[in-house]
């Protein structure tokens, strides 16, 4: 059965970094995009990297390019989001979730198939 994990999350001051982890059990990896997204209290949830099951192709929302980067290591069925320049806007629950899919990924939230339960990331002084 297929699942997916996230974690990594944590209380982060302005300017600061945290990486994100997402590691999936019961998937073929390498056919199988990862996404990470975000919701804000009140907010609709907003789709920010993917990465495809090879890991040669990825994609950024404008609010974190440039600021985030999005790997995975295949051997470890674990997908990173490293993010930097971390601001009070950038404080939401994140999810990461995994779409069986070839080709290159999507941020629409849509697309996935499962999910993980969320970490919270709140970036305050």
């Known amino acids: 059965q297929a699942h997916v994990a996230d974690s990594g999350g944590g209380l982060v001051q302005p300017g600061g970094s945290l990486r994100l982890s997402c590691t999936t059990s019961?998937?073929?990896?390498?056919?199988?995009?990862i996404g990470w997204f975000r919701q804000a209290p009140g907010e609709e949830r907003e789709g920010i990297s993917c990465?495809?099951?090879?890991?040669?192709?990825?994609n950024y929302a404008d609010s974190v390019k440039g600021r985030f980067t999005i790997s995975r290591d295949s051997a470890k069925s674990t997908v990173y989001l490293q993010m930097s320049g971390l601001q009070p806007e950038d404080t939401a629950v994140y999810y990461c979730?995994?779409?069986?899919?070839?080709?290159?990924?999507?941020?629409?939230?849509?697309?996935?198939?499962?999910w993980g339960q969320g970490t919270q990331v709140t970036v305050s002084s």
């Open positions: 019961g998937l073929a990896l390498r056919f199988t995009a």
């Open positions: 990465i495809d099951g090879s890991g040669s192709s990825t």
């Open positions: 979730a995994a779409d069986q899919r070839l080709g290159r990924c999507f941020l629409d939230h849509a697309e996935y198939d499962y």
